[in-house]
């Protein structure tokens, strides 16, 4: 009987549509000195180590079922990188879009050099980031951050959540903890160079020091 429920589901998945994802993705070079600003409305954003001096993003655009409307949409909205001064600025081009595009899921990963000097806008979603040792500026209307960093490279950790939780892990030692209204953490006690600022209006953030 197994069997055969497993035959008739793996038919079924056959029969369906393949989900069609509108992806963009860019690369931008960065000048000396230059710093990193990423812009994005909804989401989830993963930011990880690039290998070279160069800043790569790959956003995927994804509808739910399939839905036409959606699609469309979906399909206006483009990566932009702007230089200007010491600042390489990425945003999303043509948001919102002129109907809302319901049931649209932004995916975005993002390479950045380890040492730029890096600030991050998500309005809305979930914030992974590992590996940056440059000095790091976060902020974040809804949703939650989880950031894991190197403690040799951390000077300071100020962590701001206006409804949430925020928290601080050293090894063992957690700093922090729930807060519903203006909740702080403020570490100053590391030996590295690189500071990070994470502002979260509602939601949580966590940060590991490792």
Not at 15 to 24: I, K, M, N, Q, S
């Given at each position: 009987?197994?069997?055969t429920?497993?035959?008739v589901?793996?038919?079924?998945?056959?029969?369906?549509p393949?989900?069609?994802?509108?992806?963009?993705e860019?690369?931008?070079?960065?000048a000396?000195?230059?710093r990193?600003?990423?812009?994005?409305?909804?989401?989830?954003?993963?930011?990880e180590?690039?290998?070279?001096?160069?800043?790569?993003?790959?956003m995927t655009?994804?509808?739910?079922?399939?839905?036409?409307?959606?699609l469309?949409?979906?399909?206006?909205?483009?990566?932009?990188?702007?230089?200007?001064?010491n600042?390489?600025?990425?945003?999303?081009?043509?948001?919102p879009?002129?109907?809302?595009p319901i049931?649209?899921?932004?995916?975005?990963?993002?390479?950045?050099?380890?040492?730029?000097?890096?600030?991050?806008?998500?309005?809305?979603?979930?914030?992974?980031?590992?590996?940056?040792?440059?000095?790091?500026?976060?902020?974040?209307?809804?949703?939650d951050?989880?950031?894991a960093?190197?403690?040799?490279?951390t000077?300071?950790?100020?962590?701001?959540?206006?409804?949430?939780?925020?928290?601080?892990?050293?090894?063992?030692e957690?700093?922090?903890?729930e807060?519903?209204?203006?909740h702080?953490?403020d570490?100053?006690q590391?030996?590295?160079?690189?500071?990070?600022k994470?502002k979260?209006g509602?939601g949580?953030?966590?940060?590991?020091?490792?």
């Amino acid at each position: 009987m197994r069997s055969t429920v497993l035959a008739v589901l793996a038919t079924l998945a056959l029969a369906l549509p393949a989900r069609a994802d509108t992806v963009r993705e860019a690369s931008y070079p960065l000048a000396a000195g230059q710093r990193v600003r990423l812009e994005f409305p909804t989401g989830t954003l993963k930011v990880e180590p690039s290998d070279d001096e160069r800043v790569h993003v790959r956003m995927t655009l994804r509808c739910e079922r399939d839905n036409e409307g959606c699609l469309e949409r979906a399909k206006t909205l483009e990566l932009k990188g702007e230089s200007s001064g010491n600042v390489v600025r990425v945003k999303v081009e043509n948001w919102p879009p002129k109907l809302n595009p319901i049931g649209l899921h932004i995916e975005t990963v993002a390479r950045v050099p380890r040492a730029r000097e890096l600030a991050i806008s998500l309005g809305a979603g979930q914030l992974d980031l590992t590996g940056h040792r440059g000095d790091l500026d976060v902020e974040l209307g809804v949703g939650d951050a989880t950031i894991a960093l190197g403690r040799a490279d951390t000077r300071r950790v100020r962590l701001e959540v206006g409804v949430g939780d925020a928290h601080l892990k050293r090894g063992a030692e957690t700093i922090g903890g729930e807060g519903f209204i203006g909740h702080v953490v403020d570490w100053d006690q590391g030996k590295g160079r690189s500071e990070v600022k994470v502002k979260v209006g509602v939601g949580k953030v966590e940060v590991t020091l490792d």
